[in-house]
């Protein structure tokens, strides 16, 4: 699914209330994955966009194999475990790590279920 401004369920800004001074963003919901648009093209001239992408606790949940012909995209992990796959690789990343992915290269996003040892 391509996410476009009629996919937009509503604006937040960085603090949550409503004062005018703070930067107002867009943010919506598609899967149970919480995109927030940070930065869009436009607003670079074309150079970059920067989305903050929250996906469920301790549930998968993954992004389909899909591609971007406008930019190269950077995956920088705060939380969690994904598999993320690119040019028929598959990259386990955790907290930490750093991925670039080269435009017009199909790959997807996959966040892998919290697996809880037992005593």
């Given at each position: ?21 703070d ?11 919480t ?13 970059y ?6 996906f ?28 993320i ?25 996959k ?9």
């Amino acid at each position: 699914m391509l996410l476009d401004e009629d996919h937009i369920k509503e604006k937040v800004n960085k603090s949550g209330n409503a004062n005018s001074n703070d930067r107002i963003y867009l943010k919506y919901t598609v899967n149970e994955i919480t995109y927030k648009v940070i930065l869009n093209g436009q607003q670079s001239s074309g150079k970059y966009s920067l989305i903050e992408m929250e996906f469920p606790a301790e549930k998968e949940n993954e992004i389909p194999l899909h591609k971007h012909t406008k930019e190269n995209i950077i995956i920088y992990v705060i939380e969690g475990t994904f598999l993320i796959k690119s040019a028929n690789k598959n990259i386990n990343a955790i907290p930490g790590t750093v991925i670039k992915l080269e435009k017009n290269k199909e790959h997807s996003y996959k966040k892998l279920e919290l697996i809880k040892e037992s005593c």
